[in-house]
């Protein structure tokens, strides 16, 4: 049988989708006095993205309903979820902005350059492969944007004070779902030339040579997020689970790879640290496995639905099959996830508060 273009994109489809607190505002507030951070620089895939893909011509876009149903206005941005990003939250904790912008809008001002922008893009991933599967911007293309934004900053205040202010950013980097759910256990090409071991070394080899390309640009204070339990994702539990209707657990060969990859990445980002401790550079695992497999399993946070997400189904519904056709749950915050794999506001809100002592460790002097 043919592979046709229609074929492809239904079998992708299925398969992509890789309240603030008074307390959290004191906190924020807290750090906020004492942060030497002046910018947040972001990359990576739809976990980080703002809404970059809104200026790129792929249909996996979220600037439109429901998205956004709890962001400020009701306002979809662009963000895979109904309110923050975790980049929001952390971006906000020390002291930087409120929300990170997408580098790609043109409206931003030199000011709110200064301040820090997101590359991330929607799709994307560590292997260069996963991002031309959606058309989506790839990890060397971000590096590419960081390196314009550079130049822009420049000429706006100087290359001194441009080196000072990437020397002192906090960089963040959230990407390598989509490289396993989306690409490897979708479209057959990778699984002709790797196995699963092989690959998980390939993309931690890209993974490492982006951090090595953003060391060489000065960045000094970096942190990378490693895979979410993956056979949690709904959308994972429902293409892979023998019965998806009445028993949704989480897969557990897809959540194991995820935890053989995030102690690859452990050992890789300790060998990393060791060859620049005479720079003073920091380079940070953030563990995002953890709480989210907690919330899921319901540990230590109380979720009413844990394995659907809140539009539609919430079983195959992402991007534009999230739309303003789409039913949409009362709450929100009572569901881990928003759409069949990207989490909700709260459960990203969560996410930053588990991590949060990686993060002073890695802004503060």
Request: with cysteine.
């Amino acid at each position: 049988m043919p592979f046709t273009v229609e074929a492809f994109s239904t079998c992708f489809l299925l398969i992509f989708f890789a309240t603030k607190s008074a307390a959290a505002r004191n906190i924020g507030n807290v750090m906020a006095e004492s942060s030497p951070v002046p910018a947040i620089l972001i990359f990576g895939d739809s976990t980080a993205d703002p809404g970059n893909n809104n200026y790129i011509p792929t249909p996996f876009r979220s600037n439109f309903s429901p998205y956004g149903k709890d962001f400020v206005n009701h306002t979809p941005t662009g963000r895979f979820t109904n309110g923050r990003l975790a980049n929001d939250f952390v971006a906000k904790y020390v002291g930087i902005k409120d929300y990170v912008p997408p580098y790609l809008d043109p409206t931003l001002s030199i000011e709110e350059l200064k301040s820090g922008v997101s590359f991330a893009s929607a799709g994307s991933g560590f292997d260069p492969l996963t991002p031309t599967i959606s058309n989506v911007i790839s990890v060397s293309e971000q590096l590419d944007h960081f390196k314009e934004y550079r130049a822009k900053l420049e000429a706006a205040i100087g290359k001194d004070k441009t080196k000072e202010l990437i020397n002192n950013a906090l960089f963040l980097v959230s990407a390598g779902t989509n490289d396993f759910v989306v690409n490897y256990f979708t479209i057959p090409i990778r699984r002709y030339n790797y196995t699963i071991p092989t690959y998980m070394n390939f993309v931690l080899q890209e993974a490492r040579q982006l951090l090595q390309a953003l060391l060489d640009e000065g960045a000094r204070r970096i942190g990378i997020v490693g895979l979410p339990p993956m056979g949690c994702l709904p959308v994972v539990i429902t293409l892979y689970s023998d019965t998806p209707i009445l028993k949704r657990d989480c897969i557990s060969n897809f959540s194991s790879i995820a935890r053989d990859y995030n102690q690859m990445l452990i050992n890789e980002l300790k060998s990393m640290q060791l060859q620049m401790r005479s720079s003073g550079a920091r380079i940070a695992y953030i563990d995002i496995y953890g709480p989210l497999e907690d919330m899921t399993l319901g540990r230590k946070y109380e979720f009413e639905e844990v394995s659907t997400g809140c539009c539609g189904t919430g079983m195959l519904e992402a991007s534009f099959m999230c739309n303003p056709n789409s039913a949409v749950c009362a709450d929100a915050a009572k569901y881990v996830f928003w759409d069949s794999i990207h989490p909700t506001e709260k459960s990203y809100e969560l996410l930053f508060q588990a991590i949060r002592p990686v993060i002073d460790a890695l802004v503060k002097n």
